[in-house]
């Protein structure tokens, strides 16, 4: 039996081999793909594309008796990939005859980004930081686009700085994770035109493909057309949304979110768990919990200060969510398990048909990241 | 350009029909390893043979220019396919001259898993439930092995109803998500050989290969040699536990955890949270929150309820922790920014170097998401 098992093992490698020589084909070709579409200005995430392919590929999965669920988490790993290499040819430029980008605070995580991804698509991009500060006149004068990227406790600060120092043609955005504020701040300053952007994801993106970027007007709006064909050149998927509905979904989504991994994990930190143990005992859900716990606490504290502290309608969700969970635990003091799962039922009702996509779509997670144990 | 792009599109077509015809010869050569494996009584899952099979396959995507990290995903999600498949063939059988089981709670969902993993390793399964109550004296007396596999709040009642029914050469466990009172329950109804489980996964499991069973001891315990071994067999993972160290960690894991997710998904109702919006707003690491939150709702509300009710240590859990929030809140009352990065970096500091590791594993996790939308 082991030799039959060591030979099918061998013919098992060569299957696997021959994979691998495909990746590198696909490679090659993908690598051309790349070519073409940045000299065509083609932008690199193709949708349609994608969606007629996995179609295909799955049909054909079904014929040959191979899971077509199968296949098309393969070849999506490979796109992913794809866009990756894709980047690296550079991107068309939107406005090819545009002056001088300046970024300000383009020393930082966001801004290098930024920086990067302007010089790929063949604009001239300056930053604008600490160590610049005595250029600050020259560049701002020559600008045709400038973006705030500094933490939002210094945006207003920084915005009103540059009052005056702009030409009224020059368009002005910031980055930060609320609008309504930097707005303002950017419509008080600055005569020209005005967009507030949120990109929708950390500095340490590997591609802007699928990566959502909020976009909230200001003023001549028309005047950004370039810009968000330029996102759109990159990848990246465009939101439009107006600053007031913005700020209320950030409440919710990053400071409610944020305090409470902070204070779960600072509770984990003063009951002083054996996370090593906790670790091992964990079921794939409480590991990629915990993982989402861990991640918060790896990262900049002053961003999370920033976001938690500057938003006053986020503090005010949770003082709301801890008044909350004071009601909730009386079921526990009560012992009031009944209470309990008409809760549990009306919000299951109010979740709807969401409810089973998000069990859906989180199983489908779990059974991946299952596969890296 | 278009020309030259549907060229190449055609070319990456003919390259992904050649991997779908390798996954169908590599499905074959599996089904034969799975019957060669059943035959001779091994294991599923080969942590040592993955090992080696990925190593030199990293390496051989390195000498082509391809990215290891993209074949080692790719194989590992094949390799999850494998496992099921292999599943299939059925599973050798540890102990081939055991009499019949008697699976307490058979037509549960957990009950009806393990009744299907026994009978496809060749047991004879009985199962006890509400519909057969009058033959439970006959099995009882007949059983080799008796599986309690009922809810948490009914376990010490159910077993204490066993008592005296059971030869003494009868091996009992159960499979309650804690283990002290289902142990001493257990101790007390049977003279004979004890254990207890905690199978660390729910009942929609397509495989056991790499899942954890938490096994605590009772009494006799080397005459459950073989049915750990048949756990092997199945592909779980093994973890030896005291019952006051397993139940300290699932109060940690699954009560405070669980009523976290029950609170904050019954105040996003409260407050009539537009739930679309907040998925379209979200980046993926919210949407994987939400994802956790709305799958706690699509489940059965009485399991819920049971893990939570009936852990005296969770429920303290649940209150110490709303008392640590209203502690965490004062920061923001104050506004404390310093105080929040003190506690931030103490914690920090408490993860230590997992710290690094949770960040970089979510992280993968994130970019896999973000393949799929």
């Known amino acids: 039996m082991t030799q039959d098992l060591g030979q099918l093992r061998q013919k098992i490698d060569l299957?696997?081999?021959?994979?691998?020589?495909?990746?590198?084909?696909?490679?090659?070709?993908?690598?051309?793909?790349?070519?073409?579409?940045?000299?065509?200005?083609?932008?690199?995430?193709?949708?349609?594309?994608?969606?007629?392919?996995?179609?295909?590929?799955?049909?054909?999965a079904e014929a040959a008796g191979v899971s077509p669920d199968l296949i098309e988490d393969l070849l999506r790993r490979m796109m992913r990939e794809s866009y990756q290499a894709e980047s690296d040819h550079g991107y068309q430029c939107a406005a090819p005859s545009l002056g001088p980008i300046?970024?300000?605070g383009g020393k930082g995580q966001m801004g290098l980004l930024f920086t990067k991804l302007f010089q790929l698509s063949?604009?001239?991009?300056?930053?604008?930081d600490l160590d610049n500060q005595d250029q600050a006149d020259q560049l701002l004068a020559d600008a045709k686009l400038v973006v705030i990227s500094v933490p939002i406790n210094q945006t207003s600060v920084i915005v009103k700085e540059l009052a005056g120092k702009?030409?009224?043609?020059?368009?002005?955005?910031?980055?930060?994770?609320?609008?309504?504020?930097?707005?303002?701040a950017m419509l008080a300053a600055h005569t020209g035109p005005v967009m507030g952007l949120h990109p929708m994801f950390g500095p340490d993106v590997s591609s802007l493909a699928k990566q959502v970027i909020v976009h909230t007007p200001g003023r001549a709006?028309?005047?950004?057309?370039?810009?968000?064909?330029?996102?759109?050149?990159?990848?990246?998927?465009?939101?439009?949304?107006?600053?007031?509905?913005?700020?209320?979904?950030?409440?919710?989504?990053?400071?409610?979110?944020?305090?409470?991994?902070?204070?779960?994990?600072?509770?984990?930190?003063?009951?002083?768990?054996?996370l090593k143990q906790a670790a091992e005992f964990s079921s794939p859900i409480y590991r990629l919990e915990l993982a989402m716990v861990g991640r918060l606490f790896a990262q900049d504290s002053q961003l999370y200060a920033d976001i938690i502290f500057s938003s006053t309608e986020g503090k005010q969700l949770i003082r709301n969510y801890i008044e909350h969970l004071q009601q909730a635990v009386k079921l526990l003091?009560?012992?009031?398990?009944?209470?309990?799962?008409?809760?549990?039922?009306?919000?299951?009702?109010?979740?709807?048909?969401?409810?089973?996509?998000?069990?859906?779509?989180?199983?489908?997670?779990?059974?991946?990241?299952?596969?890296?144990?």
């Open 102 to 104: 300046v970024i300000v």
């Open 221 to 274: 709006v028309q005047k950004f057309d370039w810009l968000l064909q330029q996102f759109g050149l990159w990848g990246a998927r465009l939101l439009p949304s107006e600053p007031a509905e913005h700020d209320h979904m950030m409440a919710i989504i990053q400071a409610l979110r944020h305090f409470t991994t902070f204070a779960y994990g600072t509770y984990l930190h003063s009951e002083n768990i054996n």
């Open 122 to 128: 063949g604009y001239h991009v300056a930053s604008l």
């Open 166 to 184: 702009m030409n009224p043609d020059c368009l002005l955005v910031d980055l930060t994770s609320r609008k309504r504020e930097p707005l303002a």
């Open 15 to 60: 299957v696997d081999t021959e994979l691998v020589k495909l990746l590198a084909r696909r490679k090659q070709l993908v690598a051309c793909v790349g070519e073409i579409k940045q000299a065509a200005g083609v932008p690199i995430y193709a949708p349609d594309r994608e969606k007629a392919l996995l179609k295909a590929r799955r049909q054909e």
């Open 333 to 373: 003091d009560e012992n009031d398990v009944q209470g309990f799962i008409q809760q549990f039922a009306d919000t299951s009702e109010w979740f709807g048909p969401l409810r089973e996509r998000l069990l859906q779509e989180s199983s489908t997670m779990l059974e991946r990241q299952q596969e890296h144990l």
